[in-house]
């Protein structure tokens, strides 16, 4: 199975804030990369898919990069609603995995 | 806007046969793949398989012996049976639809969840 290391695993930032979260995979997953923010008690919700591609209804502040096997999520200026766990997902290869996730506090 | 929802026992015995369904609502079942997924407690998720409509399936080896998923289009519902349950399976399980890109596909509608607990 492809591993999806992220760091870190939590962080701590404020309202305006740059954040910036990283996702590495064991092997090269070219750009078959997701990120999912999910809240608590609530189900994950799609923010970029294919590494860099906006999901609809998603702010701009959301954007997703590539370098090799390192992928990165970057949120511009930190919102209030942006505190929530971050997850990264490959679909390269079957099984589909999942980061560790990053809790953003 | 689609709409997906879980449902099932939420306790079941160790030995026994997890069963969920869900139901699709706001678009058809056709043309998309469906997954299953789960998150145990504290833990990070875990992508369980897939469904396209016409039944082609694709499951997660370390699951592969005990799960079965199914789709009725008629009833815009596809479901999992996982047997031989035990603790380890407590989780909270989504159902999802997945969208496809020209990278592989990406879930974009998610169920609430379902906690099951596998106790006696």
């Known amino acids: 199975d492809i591993q999806m290391t992220q760091s870190p695993s939590s962080l701590s930032a404020s309202v305006g804030d740059r954040v910036t979260i990283t996702c590495r995979a064991s092997?090269?997953?070219?750009?078959?990369l997701n990120w999912y923010q999910q809240k608590p008690g609530r189900a994950p919700k799609l923010l970029i898919y294919?590494?860099?591609s906006l999901f609809d209804g998603v702010p701009s502040r959301f954007s997703g990069s590539k370098s090799g096997t390192d992928f990165t999520l970057s949120i511009s200026s930190l919102q209030p609603e942006d505190f929530a766990t971050y997850y990264c997902q490959q679909t390269y290869n079957s099984p589909r995995t999942f980061g560790q996730g990053t809790k953003v506090e | 806007q689609v709409q997906l929802q879980e449902s099932g026992p939420r306790l079941v015995k160790p030995s026994e046969t997890l069963s969920l369904t869900c139901t699709v609502s706001?678009?058809?079942?056709?043309?998309?793949?469906w997954s299953w997924i789960r998150q145990p407690p504290g833990k990070r998720l875990e992508w369980i398989g897939f469904i396209y409509y016409n039944g082609v399936t694709n499951y997660n080896p370390s699951l592969k012996s005990r799960v079965t998923i199914s789709v009725d289009p008629s009833k815009n519902q596809f479901s999992l049976k996982l047997r031989s349950v035990t603790a380890a399976d407590t989780a909270l399980y989504y159902c999802?639809?997945?969208?496809?890109?020209?990278?592989?596909?990406?879930?974009?509608?998610w169920g609430q969840g379902i906690l099951v607990t596998v106790s006696s």
């Open positions: 999802a639809r997945d969208g496809y890109s020209g990278y592989g596909a990406h879930s974009d509608y």
């Open positions: 706001g678009g058809p079942i056709s043309d998309y793949y």
């Open positions: 092997q090269t997953i070219s750009s078959y």
């Open positions: 294919a590494a860099s």
